[in-house]
């Protein structure tokens, strides 16, 4: 397995929209979590190779929203399926 294998997913990150939806900054997020700035950031960057149940379950309990808000699977086929993206 190549480090492409081990670092790439198809989990898409939707904690912008939520935030924005709620009227609340990462920052202020990440206070009433519990968590760093960093850590949020990195999960909302799609950059996160994972997440513990109990910091999921605190950001839905913030944000009032399910993981399903938060978190989304685009399969390979909608990937193949979408136009390629301009360089």
Not at 8 to 14: G, M
Not at 56 to 70: A, F, H, S
């Given at each position: 397995?190549?480090t492409?294998?081990n670092d ?7 904690l912008?929209r939520?935030?924005s ?5 990462l920052a ?6 519990g ?6 950031s990195?999960?909302k ?6 997440i513990?149940?109990?910091t ?15 978190l989304t699977?685009?399969?390979t086929?909608d990937e193949?399926?979408?136009?390629p993206?301009?360089?």
């Open positions: 397995m190549t492409d294998d790439s997913h198809a989990i898409e990150v939707h912008d939520m935030l939806e709620r009227g609340m900054t202020e997020l990440a206070s009433r979590v968590v760093t700035n960093v850590n949020l990195i999960l960057n799609g950059r996160a190779r994972a513990r149940f109990t999921l379950t605190r950001i839905c309990e913030v944000l009032d929203c399910q993981p399903g808000d938060l699977y685009r399969s086929e193949r399926a979408s136009p993206t301009a360089r």
